[in-house]
């Protein structure tokens, strides 16, 4: 008698495990996004990204204090980006984008002769870059910054006119910004970006530092 009295609540907690844990499986089921328990991570997803941005390069392209300095005019650019979600928090991104600008040639005194006027100019650049997007649960993840640090090519290439020849030289790229989700599986998302390349001027021979920042604004698709 004493055995079946230890055995029967025994047998009652067993019978009633399956049904509590069927119960908190519905649950977590029930729960709104922002109330997971989990924040869901989008390693092995893909996001693909269209912008548009705006281009401002902030040092000369070539000076020479005896003839004349050429400068890249600010303007607007066209770009695709892609991310591989390699963890939570690490991927793996490619950008490239397309600037349709001009060369301005300046005169090295007031008044002073140019080789040329102002000529049009493709601004061409791609990178390979590695991102960085911080750990964010609950409500909040539907804002999440993110960071990235890459390098690559960027091409320039003048008309047959122009008083600079194309080049193409390495360039670093280091970017901050964030992405808004806005339904699911679509986002905005704007940022930041600072590129620094080495130029060296054909006609002078002068080499020097490039700094450059991109602005951008763009519609991704997150694609599973």
């Not at 006119?161 to 360039?171: F, L």
């Amino acid at each position: 008698m004493a055995v079946g009295t230890r055995i029967l609540p025994a047998l009652a907690v067993l019978l009633a495990l399956p049904q509590a844990t069927g119960a908190q499986e519905a649950i977590i089921r029930e729960r709104p996004p922002g109330m997971r328990i989990e924040r869901e991570g989008p390693q092995g997803k893909f996001d693909l990204l269209g912008f548009v941005g705006w281009l401002a390069p902030l040092a000369d392209l070539s000076s020479d204090p005896e003839t004349f300095t050429t400068v890249v005019k600010p303007n607007l650019a066209l770009g695709v980006d892609g991310t591989l979600w390699v963890s939570p928090s690490l991927g793996l991104g490619v950008q490239g984008f397309y600037a349709p600008t001009e060369l301005q040639v300046k005169p090295a005194e007031p008044g002073g002769d140019v080789p040329g006027d102002a000529a049009d100019l493709d601004y061409w650049s791609a990178t390979a870059n590695l991102v960085y997007r911080p750990g964010v649960s609950g409500p909040a993840a539907t804002v999440q910054p993110f960071f990235s640090i890459g390098g690559g090519v960027r091409h320039l290439a003048p008309d047959g006119e122009a008083a600079v020849g194309s080049s193409t030289d390495p360039v670093g790229s280091v970017g901050a910004g964030t992405f808004v989700r806005i339904l699911s599986g679509l986002n905005v998302r704007a940022d930041l970006r600072y590129l620094v390349s080495r130029y060296e001027s054909p006609g002078t021979g002068e080499s020097r530092f490039q700094h450059d920042f991109l602005v951008v604004v763009g519609l991704g698709w997150r694609i599973y």
